[in-house]
């Protein structure tokens, strides 16, 4: 979601510079950072930006050029007010005083002296700064769809990593059901207890379809694969992503609960860690 869009137009031989900025978000807060949007168009242009750029912390800038000089201008009538004011203190003062380059400097500090030039934008000239607007936001959605390409190959990639994993631990499970069963009569022979085979066979049976992770196996690599479809095939996927990613971490979080084996434990950590890393780039995906 995060972007940059510039642009800029001439009104009446002034040249406004348009500037539009995203950031991560979930709703579109938008904030127009400029004082040279007519009052009546604030409303149009929230929503022109909020149905274009759907989501994020959009600011707004609009600005005169620093270097045109209608962009600053001394108001020589209040100027020439805020001296006859100070002269005529000054001369009952002293009569003798002659004012000096200081006064007119320090007069230039004075309220409304020296002013913004801030036009008043009528209705044809709106049309041309809206249009400078529009190209601002088009530049945004193109920084966007840039950005939007190599995140998705990264996201992507991760995805596919935590799918590696999943035959990785498929071959630690024979190693494991054997460590358990072994564990359990190793415990039987420390107590020196008599154990009824057939009743011993059916706890073991019990105890390992309890700790068996193929359901979570099944599930994580459904959660993948649909987390490749959406990202291929809607518009804004970006919430939707978020909410895949969480199922996905559930499941992977009840294979480590359910691992009782270090090669697979060491699978479910990578596989946590290239999550984390996909929760933090889908927050910048709209």
């Known amino acids: 979601m995060t972007g940059y869009g510039k642009a800029e137009c001439i009104i009446s031989g002034s040249k406004y510079i348009v500037e539009i900025r995203s950031l991560n978000g979930k709703n579109a807060d938008i904030n127009l950072k ?9 409303i149009m242009l929230r929503q022109y930006l909020a149905a274009e750029l759907n989501r994020g912390s959009i600011d707004l800038f609009v600005s005169l050029d620093s270097k045109d000089q209608s962009a600053h201008k001394v108001n020589r009538d209040v100027l020439a007010e805020y001296y006859a004011q100070v002269k005529e203190a000054v001369t009952q003062a002293d009569p003798q005083y002659v004012p000096d380059t200081e006064l007119f400097v320090s007069l230039l500090h004075m309220p409304d002296v020296v ?17 400078a607007i529009k190209s601002a936001v088009s530049a945004l959605k193109d920084f966007r769809e840039r950005e939007g390409r190599s995140l998705q190959a990264d996201v992507l990639a991760k995805v596919a990593s935590i799918e590696s994993f999943i035959p990785q631990i498929a071959e630690f499970e024979p190693e494991r059901t054997a460590a358990v069963r072994g564990r359990l009569e190793s415990r039987l022979k420390e107590l020196a207890l008599a154990a009824d085979q057939n009743r011993l066979e059916q706890e073991i049976i019990f105890y390992i379809e309890k700790l068996d992770i193929n359901e979570e196996k099944v599930r994580l690599a459904q959660h993948c ?33 359910k691992a009782n084996h270090a090669g697979i434990q060491k699978c479910v950590v990578r596989m946590k860690d290239e999550l984390e890393k996909i929760k933090e780039q889908s927050m910048n995906i709209l």
């Open 34 to 42: 400029t004082s040279l949007i007519p009052r009546d168009k604030e």
């Open 225 to 257: 694969r649909y987390f490749r479809e959406t990202i291929d095939s809607e518009e804004f996927p970006g919430k939707k992503l978020g909410f895949i990613a969480q199922e996905m971490g559930r499941e992977i979080n009840t294979l480590g609960s």
């Open 115 to 131: 002013g913004s030039g801030k036009p008043e934008i009528d209705e044809d000239q709106w049309g041309i700064l809206f249009d």
